[in-house]
């Protein structure tokens, strides 16, 4: 099929897609967008974590043809041109990044609970992001860079 | 002593260099980096676990649109080298393990590979095979080493007569399950055969390792083998030894000769082709006076190996240099079983190795009636209890003391099974670690580019550990200029020779290596070198191992919540208080500290490989049934260190600290479970069915 929706609010288009192939293949190897990481491809991991219309998915799990016409956000689209995103900035910050495979997963599972929920509890940060897997940090600095990142965002939108 | 760097950056928490491109998605892994005209590999695996191979069929496969060719034994080149039979793929019709690498398709796109991997056709002749490890196997034989180069056996003094005039003994065995590293990135190889020249990117520990094991077994001059690994999405001795699949890349990229194949293993690939921890059975003995003294400690390991190639993990190693006993046994027996290699696994050796002895100090503290944190100390050595050399440094009684401390330890009633919260059973527990001070031997060069512009070129490797970042810092320093005039280089054959990220190893050699550039630079292009000046260094031997013996030490601290009713565990806190040389990055490094930790959280409950004995197969090869910890499973867990100044382990006086963080923990979280509920808990992991009585 020839493939047509939206990344990052940019039209893309892919020729000869099957439509059972993954999402993340269609990111990754057709369109150049190898942020979202494929660490398990059983949406057990949430490397490959992106938006569709919105709503936080495993881009592993999501099959091409179900995307046509719609929106899809993946981790290259949260910063600005020049700026980093405040939960990205975070990350760094707080010394929330190892290896960086689990990371682009997280800062989009992170963008879209804050968007959710814009100061949340330990536990509700600590619920959201349990579909994230990460094997270096032991979690307290992701934990740190999502409070960190509530806060500014809070600052932000207070000035 | 070795002459010291004056520590400016090394010691401050510089930001992570690589931090940005992480965030931002663009930080190139293997299986990312660009190329034109892309192949894909699926590979086919054996579906038994001993046998031969008697029919490949094919055609079904070869039909599919896309298929570019099927590799078996039948048709793949011959490798030049088939000594190191795990890396021998595609030469033989004999399968050896389940999972094994038989074939391999490569197509246009992966999905057509994987398709037609799944259409090819393999019959064989199937023979009994053996995967069960058992202390009571007959075939059990002594290695002539364990990893990497100790004695398998060692034997002071007279551990059977401690046993029988002392007071207080205990004889226990414990367990550790089968477990796999399982970093998030998983083992890829994108390979490019070209002219007799072959491009390897790589998702590895050390670029220079996968040459130079690659080299004699594909048979190119190592030079024509040019590896890059600049990223790397963790590894934890995953990606220190290359693996089978490395060769398999090579061999289709051979076939396929210019065009590049892309080869990244599936998670439930690697449960069989990317190591794993063997399970342990460990006897423990330990003899003591009544003033909790040890006079005796025994520790004898039975373990497996695969038959494909030997791997014996140093499991009882760490009890040579832990604990003052006159009279000390240790011992590792094999079975070599038809399984897949093992290999390492973060602190091979020290993790599973303290796992045992740590539960059985707890049990003897007990049964002498101290305190776990006291017993610990009044059987500190004045000196290394295997080699009777000084440590250059040893602060565990500290560790211990200012972790009781900052964990509240003293507020607790030593009664197992005295706390009790809505509900919950509460307790908590102590284990020490201990982790080796080594180095291997790396060359670095240093270049003067431009003005305030000093170009550092090494092949080391960051897996997340923070190499780009603490290289940087350590090169600032002995180059006596901000991190800013630093450009440093790391990840590729094309920089000079680097040994393998392992053994928390990294800095200590690595770094050593820079400082020697340095200090080549300055010597033989004064300060400030010209620019255009140019100067290698290489680690050297250090004089001071005769003198002395180098460990990180450190101590665990655990609270265990069980559930009364339902045995569920919960581990709300977790404290290590480690003694590992002068930190080269707090920020960097209490991450990794408690990144290990949480690994070791990981052992203690959740980790374990399911082996259906009757298949040879990991029935739970994936994340769903492969559990490691959420974020949802941990609480708060917190590291802090005490400050060491040993002038005698390396130029910067830093440890390595990739491995301690792991060593105890689950000792620690298995204590405090006895704490909460009197129930010992001998067996790895720790699951509620275990807690309910």
């Not at chain 2, 972790?403 to 307790?427: K, N, Y």
């Not at chain 2, 060593?663 to 010992?680: D, E, F, L, P, S």
Request: hydrophobic letters at 40%.
């Amino acid at each position: 099929m020839r493939l047509k929706f939206t990344v990052n609010g940019r039209q893309a288009e892919a020729d000869d897609v099957w439509e059972g192939e993954s999402l993340l293949y269609v990111l990754r190897e057709r369109l150049g967008l190898p942020g979202s990481k494929n660490a398990c491809e059983q949406g057990e991991c949430g490397s490959c974590t992106v938006r569709l219309d919105g709503v936080a998915a495993c881009a592993c799990l999501v099959a091409a043809g179900q995307v046509q016409d719609r929106e899809v956000d993946t981790v290259e689209g949260l910063a600005g041109e020049d700026e980093l995103d405040a939960v990205q900035r975070a990350f760094v910050d707080a010394g929330a990044v190892q290896c960086g495979f689990c990371t682009p997963g997280l800062l989009v599972a992170a963008d879209d609970l804050l968007e959710r929920c814009p100061s949340p509890s330990d536990s509700e940060i600590r619920e959201s992001l349990a579909g994230n897997l990460c094997r270096c940090t032991g979690y307290e600095k992701i934990m740190d860079a999502v409070r960190l990142a509530a806060d500014r965002r809070a600052e932000e939108a207070r000035s | 002593m070795t002459s010291q760097v004056t520590p400016y950056a090394i010691g401050t928490a510089l930001q992570r260099l690589d931090g940005r491109s992480k965030v931002t998605g663009t930080a190139p892994y293997a299986f990312e980096r660009v190329v034109d005209n892309a192949t894909y590999l699926h590979p086919v695996q054996a579906t038994i676990a001993l046998g031969q191979i008697t029919a490949i069929d094919t055609a079904e496969a070869e039909a599919l649109d896309g298929v570019i060719t099927i590799l078996t034994h039948v048709n793949a080149p011959r490798l030049a080298s088939t000594e190191d039979r795990e890396l021998a793929v595609l030469q033989t019709d004999r399968v050896s393990f389940r999972g094994q690498l038989i074939g391999a398709v490569i197509a246009d796109t992966p999905e057509t590979a994987r398709q037609a991997a799944g259409l090819v056709r393999i019959s064989y002749a199937q023979w009994p095979h053996e995967a069960e490890l058992s202390s009571e196997r007959s075939d059990l034989y002594t290695p002539e080493a364990v990893n990497p180069s100790f004695p398998a056996d060692t034997d002071e003094g007279d551990v059977d007569t401690a046993m029988s005039a002392a007071p207080v003994t205990l004889d226990t065995t414990y367990t550790t399950p089968l477990e796999y590293n399982n970093p998030m990135e998983p083992h890829t190889t994108v390979a490019l055969w070209n002219d007799h020249e072959l491009t390897l990117y790589d998702s590895t520990q050390g670029a220079h390792t996968v040459r130079t094991t690659v080299a004699p077994v594909i048979g190119l001059d190592p030079e024509r083998i040019h590896v890059s690994a600049p990223h790397v999405g963790g590894g934890f001795g995953s990606k220190g030894i290359p693996h089978a699949h490395i060769v398999l890349a090579a061999l289709a990229a051979r076939t396929v000769e210019g065009r590049p194949v892309k080869f990244a293993l599936t998670r439930q690939q690697m449960f069989s082709l990317a190591g794993h921890r063997t399970p342990t059975i460990q006897r423990v003995r330990l003899a003591a006076d009544t003033d909790g003294r040890l006079s005796a400690l025994a520790h004898d390991v039975v373990e497996w190996t695969s038959k494909v190639k030997e791997f014996a993990e140093q499991t009882a190693v760490p009890s040579r240099n832990v604990y003052a006993a006159p009279n000390r046994r240790t011992s590792h027996r094999l079975a070599a079983l038809d399984v897949p290699v093992p290999s390492w696994m973060r602190a091979p050796g020290e993790c599973p190795g303290m796992f045992g002895p740590e539960v059985a100090v707890d049990e003897m503290a007990l049964k002498c009636g101290i305190d776990p944190v006291e017993f610990r100390a009044r059987n500190e050595p004045d000196v290394d209890p295997e080699t009777g050399k000084p440590f250059s440094s040893r602060h565990l009684v500290e560790c211990l003391r200012e972790g009781a401390d900052r964990f509240g330890w003293h507020h607790r009633d030593p009664t197992p099974a005295s706390r009790t919260e809505r509900g919950w059973l509460v307790g908590t527990g102590v284990a020490s670690s201990i982790y080796p001070t080594l180095r291997a031997v790396s060359t670095a060069t240093i270049r003067v580019e431009a003005a305030d512009h000093y170009r550092v070129d090494i092949g080391a490797t960051d897996i997340g550990t923070g190499t780009w970042t603490a290289l940087t810092q350590i090169a600032a320093d002995a180059l006596e200029v901000p991190v800013g005039h630093v450009d440093l280089r790391i990840g590729e054959t094309a920089q000079p020779e680097a040994s393998v990220a392992g053994g928390s190893t990294g800095n200590a050699t690595w770094g050593t290596a820079i400082v020697e550039a340095a200090r080549a630079l300055q010597d033989t292009h004064g300060r400030p070198p010209e620019i255009g000046a140019e100067a290698s260094g290489t680690t050297p031997n250090n004089p001071e191992t005769e003198r002395f013996a180098m460990f990180a030490h450190g101590a665990q601290f655990a609270e265990v919540r069980v559930h009364a009713d339902t045995g569920e565990i919960r581990v709300p806190r977790m404290l290590g208080v480690f003694a590992a040389g002068r930190i080269i990055n707090p920020r960097t490094a209490h991450s990794q500290f408690i990144g290990g930790m949480t690994m070791g959280l990981s052992m203690a409950l959740h980790e374990v490989g399911v082996l259906d004995t009757r298949f040879g197969h990991v029935v739970n090869h994936d994340f769903a049934e492969y559990h490691i910890p959420t974020n949802a499973d941990v609480g708060d867990i917190d590291a802090t260190w005490i400050d060491e100044d040993d002038p005698y382990v390396n130029p910067m006086g830093a440890k390595g600290i990739g491995e301690i963080g792991i060593v105890g923990a689950a000792a620690a979280i298995a204590n405090a479970a006895h704490h909460a509920t009197g129930i010992r808990l001998r067996e790895l992991p720790i699951t509620p069915d275990a807690l309910l009585r």
